[in-house]
């Protein structure tokens, strides 16, 4: 039975205080006033050469500066200034807005993160059930211990994306905004799908079917370690769920993906974009398994997993950045080579605002891994895997940072306060939620019918 040790709960706790602090100071910062923001384009302006700080104290005294003459020219002046006034206020209004915006986004990408690592490793569970598989029965109460953090993280995720679009109206979605909507007609014939009830139902029963299975899965888990010997009844009974979740989540998962961050973009989709979230997920999930088996494993336990085990989820880390890979360039190529307006502007606002995050996302989740992983002797290698695994997972926080903020903060992103405290926040969470869901059960799943084939797993 592993005991979850004083210090690393204190880690977890301390994490949890100060990303709660963090994210706390990001949403008291956030809101500006106008002429704050003003001020800041101003600045802004003047770093950048000057012309649109000039065209700023233009639009702020021209109205002014007009309407001292009666003449015709100067009526048609004032007419310019006006709408140069009210463009202005409409630019700086939308600034204002996207800056207050960046804590809920930065919240929202850090929670969704940490849930979709949960997820992914649910997923796999499920997968290894279903095949029967035989290396893998020495890592269930790892996997297990890690789905634990799906329910309470899917939880936080679908309340921060309605809050976001009922509390004080700064919405990641701008579908939830009825303002925008009014004046969008390609939004408004969405609206049968897109709307906040239709929203919080939908993920209810994607969180409910999800921790369903969970919940079962791990009842029949532990009832099989105290069945008798020749009793492999409930394993037969986490086969059959299995399969069926399966199927479940394949379909759910795809909605939760359009859902949860493709409608932060509601002009634009992409039918390829349900699986190029699972590949984040799905090898998010299994680099955590991984990390997380290394950890234990170091501390003395799991003296049953040896380094064919690690190989195996080296070389899942390996195949699933890979296919992660063929399924952007799959995405990114189509919607480029077609080059349709409406589908490429997603690409355009990654490439003019978000060109590092979005170039350096490819370099981490597939260039890196390649080089790394590629060699089979180091995936045998611990501290191969864990700077392997690291690195993937900042590669997917960022892929997934780069699916959100585009459309919720445009180029007004930054890696700051919010962004590294709501990751603190979540990763302290996750971790005390993952280390004591080991403390309940053993951590050798003894009564699997594969279990001795999976602690004699060498090749």
């Given at each position: 039975?592993?005991?979850?040790?004083?210090k690393l709960k204190t880690l977890s706790i301390a994490l949890m205080i100060i990303g709660a602090i963090g994210?706390?100071?990001?949403?008291?910062?956030?809101?500006?006033?106008?002429e704050d923001v003003e001020t800041i384009l101003a600045a802004e302006a003047s770093h950048h050469g000057g012309g649109h700080g000039e065209d700023t104290a233009h639009a702020s005294t021209s109205h002014e500066e007009h309407?001292?003459?009666n003449s015709h020219e100067a009526n048609n002046h004032n007419d310019s200034a006006e709408t140069h006034v009210d463009e202005h206020k409409k630019h700086v209004e939308h600034v204002q807005h996207q800056i207050a915006n960046r804590p809920w986004s930065a919240l929202y990408v850090a929670a969704f993160f940490f849930f979709m690592i949960a997820l992914g490793v649910l997923a796999f569970y499920a997968i290894q059930y279903a095949a029967q598989a035989g290396w893998s029965p020495v890592l269930f109460r790892v996997m297990e211990a890690i789905t634990a953090y799906m329910l309470p993280g899917a939880i936080?995720?679908?309340?921060?994306?309605?809050?976001?679009?009922?509390?004080?109206?700064?919405?990641?979605?701008?579908?939830?905004?009825?303002?925008?909507?009014?004046?969008d007609k390609l939004i408004q014939g969405k609206s049968g799908w897109l709307n906040i009830t239709g929203f919080a139902i939908r993920g209810l029963i994607f969180i409910t079917g999800w921790a369903l299975y969970r919940h079962f899965s791990r009842k029949f888990s532990i009832a099989q370690d105290n069945a008798d010997v020749n009793d492999n009844s409930n394993f037969k009974k986490n086969f059959r769920i299995s399969?069926?979740?399966?199927?479940?989540?394949?379909y759910t998962e795809s909605m939760m993906s359009w859902d949860w961050i493709m409608s932060v973009d509601p002009h634009w989709?992409?039918?390829?974009?349900?699986?190029?979230?699972f590949a984040s997920m799905f090898v998010s999930?299994?680099?955590?398994?991984?990390?997380?088996?290394?950890?234990?494993?170091?501390?003395?336990?799991?003296?049953?997993?040896?380094?064919?085990?690690?190989?195996?989820?080296?070389?899942?880390?390996?195949?699933i950045s890979i296919f992660w890979t063929y399924l952007w360039f799959s995405q990114f190529m189509l919607i480029w080579y077609s080059n349709i307006p409406e589908e490429v502007t997603y690409f355009v606002t990654r490439f003019n605002d978000y060109q590092l995050p979005f170039l350096g996302m490819v370099a981490l989740n597939f260039i890196f891994p390649l080089l790394v992983l590629m060699n089979s002797d180091y995936k045998r290698v611990p501290w191969f895997i864990v700077m392997a695994g690291i690195v993937i997972l900042f590669g997917h926080y960022i892929d997934i940072f780069n699916m959100i903020m585009p459309a919720t903060v445009g180029d007004r992103w930054f890696i700051g306060i919010p962004e590294i405290s709501s990751?603190?926040?979540?990763?302290?969470?996750?971790?005390?939620?993952v280390f004591t869901a080991l403390t309940k059960a053993p951590l050798l799943a003894k009564g699997n019918p594969f279990i001795k084939e999976s602690e004699h797993f060498h090749y």
């Open positions: 039975m592993y005991t979850f040790s004083n994210v706390i100071y990001g949403f008291m910062t956030s809101h500006k006033s106008f309407a001292v003459t936080i995720v679908l309340a921060i994306a309605v809050a976001s679009g009922t509390i004080g109206h700064y919405n990641i979605f701008i579908w939830m905004d009825p303002d925008v909507v009014a004046h399969a069926a979740f399966l199927v479940f989540y394949i989709f992409s039918t390829l974009f349900g699986w190029y979230v999930g299994i680099t955590v398994i991984a990390l997380t088996t290394i950890y234990l494993k170091s501390r003395g336990y799991l003296e049953f997993v040896n380094d064919s085990h690690i190989h195996d989820l080296g070389k899942f880390m390996f195949a990751i603190l926040l979540f990763a302290g969470l996750f971790i005390f939620i």
